[in-house]
């Protein structure tokens, strides 16, 4: 199966940059080209060697691309596809990185125009940081990719893509893109909000100094501030965009906050014990599903520190 000749990234953050950087470490030759809203990014990435050539507007960088991939936030991709539609050529891809698909599908798809493919992705890696300095190649390695085809997109258009994403180290994986929404609502989406909510309950505790927040902080409320660090602008497209799953989730968190709750209200030690072992049992099968480790920095790499 042929590999893309030219793979047009528009926007160059963190996921942009790693795809970058990952084509290369598996000894793609196709050109990059790219774009971004600010010129500082895309002088850095050019810079950087992120890209072959970098254009101010998204509508030159996909000129003659046969892969496009749309690494900007949720809430502008159907701008972003709007405008890029009249210069995609025939027979090329577009997919995404967004972590949210139905309306990334309803924002994009009614712009592509009849031979071009939209095939719908989302790898499932990141770190808090953000621009084009923050990528690296093994962003990817054994993280999964979940991709959401249309029923339009013909086999051979998926399975090229899906090999393209498997040769930057990622697990591909397709899904039915309403299930896409709701699983990344509890694995992703939610974990996230309430990551920011416990950050923001400490920061506006008048009881607990900001100081203390800050010089005490173990790493339970350590690891909460690492996502609560997280591109803004991203995550209120995400929740803004995935309103339905996130409610429904939010909903049950709830429940089973206020089941908690009244145990500890009552006393109850064997509920607690029970539901913290049934609880520790999904990390355990995080760590046997190689997708993180017993080691105490998680396993992280130092860019992802």
Not at 102 to 127: C, L, Q, W, Y
Not at 227 to 234: K, L, V
Not at 242 to 264: P, Y
Request: proline letters at 4%; glycine letters at 8%.
């Amino acid at each position: 199966m042929s590999q893309y000749k030219h793979v047009a990234l528009i926007g160059l953050g963190l996921l942009a940059s790693s795809i970058s950087l990952a084509m290369r470490r598996a000894g793609m030759k196709a050109r990059i080209t790219g774009t971004a809203r600010s010129k500082a990014t895309r002088d850095t990435a050019l810079k950087l060697g992120l890209v072959d050539a970098v254009f101010d507007t998204a509508a030159e960088a996909v000129k003659g691309a046969d892969l496009v991939i749309l690494c900007v936030p949720v809430g502008v991709m159907g701008a972003i596809a709007e405008e890029i539609a009249p210069y995609l050529t025939e027979g090329c891809t577009v997919t995404d990185v967004g972590s949210v698909k139905r309306a990334v599908v309803e924002a994009v798809n009614p712009h592509m125009p009849d031979g071009v493919h939209f095939i719908p992705s989302h790898p499932m890696a990141g770190t808090e940081k953000s621009g084009p300095e923050a990528g690296f190649a093994s962003l990817f390695d054994n993280r999964w990719c979940l991709m959401t085809p249309l029923e339009s997109n013909d086999h051979a258009t998926v399975e090229r893509l899906k090999v393209f994403w498997g040769a930057l180290g990622a697990n591909v994986e397709m899904m039915e893109i309403d299930h896409h929404d709701l699983v990344a609502s509890v694995i992703s989406h939610t974990p996230h909000l309430i990551a920011y909510t416990m950050v923001g309950v400490a920061d506006g505790m008048n009881r607990v100094a900001k100081t203390e927040v800050v010089n005490y902080s173990a790493a339970g409320f350590r690891d909460f501030t690492r996502i609560a660090a997280s591109d803004p602008t991203m995550w209120r497209d995400v929740f803004l965009n995935n309103k339905d799953a996130t409610l429904e989730v939010l909903g049950r968190f709830t429940e089973e906050l206020l089941a908690l709750q009244r145990a500890i209200r009552l006393g109850d030690g064997d509920f607690l014990f029970d539901y913290f072992t049934r609880t520790r049992d999904i990390r355990r099968s995080i760590i046997d599903a190689g997708q993180d480790t017993n080691a105490p920095d998680f396993g992280r790499n130092k860019e992802e520190s």
